[in-house]
């Protein structure tokens, strides 16, 4: 999860922002079809990756997107709440799956994944057309 961020700044540098958001929600949608495929301990293994890629991927190009949109002197606070934010997220997240896991179903916590992804594919897709124009 951590480890790929040594690489992913020089990947947004070569490649772009939005082809390595693409290459994130690609890691998301392989980490959904292997938890959905099968539930042994190898598959799992190898979905942690891809989920840890994902969100590497996604994490480090939406924060740093995040600061190229303000002033010199906004950018730092803004990251601080976008950071709070986030990280908030991923708590209550973290500590409501368990309770979601048990009343729904393992297929269902992956698929709820997939709308969340269409909007980031959508958001990506509009932010580039917009730029183009």
């Known amino acids: 999860m951590?480890?790929?961020s040594l690489i992913t700044g020089h990947l947004i540098k070569k490649f772009g922002y939005s082809k390595i958001i693409y290459m994130g929600v690609l890691f998301?949608?392989?980490?959904?079809?292997?938890?959905?495929?099968?539930?042994?301990?190898?598959n799992y293994m190898v979905a942690l990756i891809f989920l840890g890629l994902g969100w590497n991927f996604l994490f480090?190009?939406?924060?740093?997107?995040?600061?190229?949109?303000?002033?010199?002197?906004?950018?730092?606070?803004?990251?601080?709440?976008?950071?709070?934010?986030?990280?908030?997220?991923?708590?209550?997240?973290?500590?409501?799956?368990?309770?979601?896991l048990s009343l729904t179903s393992w297929e269902t916590m992956n698929l709820i994944?997939?709308?969340?992804?269409?909007?980031?594919?959508?958001?990506?897709?509009r932010a580039d057309v917009l730029i183009k124009k």
């Open 60 to 100: 480090i190009s939406g924060t740093s997107l995040v600061v190229l949109t303000y002033k010199e002197e906004e950018k730092f606070k803004v990251q601080g709440i976008n950071d709070l934010i986030v990280f908030s997220t991923m708590a209550i997240a973290s500590l409501s799956a368990g309770i979601l």
């Open 2 to 4: 951590f480890l790929p």
């Open 28 to 42: 998301y949608v392989v980490t959904i079809i292997l938890s959905l495929f099968e539930q042994t301990f190898t």
């Open 113 to 125: 994944c997939i709308p969340f992804l269409i909007l980031i594919i959508f958001s990506t897709f």
